[in-house]
């Protein structure tokens, strides 16, 4: 257990749906970043989140958002969902990122 | 902008051999250099790391030295194990602007030791 949770390890949904998925980092680490893994695209920075505030975006779409919450967990919302969304999504959380990330095990998000 | 370079995959090797898996980075300034490790169905796991030039990380048996006047962070094992049969992405951290920073990741290299 790396101490970083996500919930939920699998999603299967339509094209055209919405979800949300939750992350809850690693205790004492303030930032929390997404990143998408798919075959095709490797290892995609989506969004990073320092206590609550955005402080970095990278290829992430319009019909993507995220938030951090008081309480440090994040979720990532996922709507309009196309074929091509079908993807593992990753947190991984830190206390600064000089020292390197700490990964969830992942949400692999299936689009039908 | 930064970007990290990896061998390309995948990688078999027999049990015992020798292990060398290049990595080359381009960044501005000094980053913060990883490799990380992902084994079937799993997250990605920090294997080693080196903040600055010629430091050398190691664990697990496995060591990179970060070698700044050729932009490379090898990673290398005397003796690989069925058990190190993994995908392996090297990854690099760029000096904090601003408070925003990211890890920015190679494609991964995908290696199979057979027994």
């Known amino acids: 257990d790396s101490g970083v949770t996500q919930t939920p390890k699998h999603l299967i949904t339509a094209t055209g749906q919405r979800v949300t998925l939750r992350c809850s980092p690693r205790s004492g680490d303030l930032s929390v970043y997404w990143y998408q893994q798919s075959l095709d695209q490797g290892l995609q920075f989506l969004i990073q989140?320092?206590?609550?505030?955005?402080?970095a975006k990278g290829n992430i779409l319009e019909r993507f958002s995220a938030q951090q919450f008081p309480d440090l967990h994040s979720e990532l919302n996922l709507s309009s969902l196309e074929l091509g969304d079908s993807a593992l999504y990753f947190c991984a959380s830190s206390v600064t990122p000089g020292d390197g990330y700490t990964f969830g095990s992942g949400t692999r998000l299936t689009v039908v | 902008g930064d970007s990290v370079t990896q061998m390309e995959g995948p990688v078999t090797l027999s049990e015992e051999a020798f292990l060398t898996i290049n990595c080359t980075y381009t960044?501005?300034?000094?980053?913060?250099l990883f490799w990380y490790v992902q084994y079937p169905g799993e997250g990605l796991q920090l294997l080693l790391k080196?903040?600055?030039?010629?430091d050398k990380g190691s664990n697990k048996g496995f060591e990179a030295t970060y070698r700044k006047e050729t932009t490379s962070f090898h990673l290398e094992k005397g003796s690989v194990q069925v058990s190190d049969s993994a995908v392996y992405f090297c990854?690099?951290?760029?000096?904090?602007?601003?408070?925003?920073?990211?890890?920015?990741f190679g494609q991964g290299t995908r290696l199979t030791i057979n027994p």
């Open positions: 960044a501005t300034g000094y980053p913060s």
């Open positions: 080196a903040t600055k030039a010629d």
């Open positions: 990854a690099l951290s760029a000096p904090r602007i601003q408070g925003a920073q990211k890890l920015v």
């Open positions: 989140y320092y206590n609550g505030e955005e402080r």
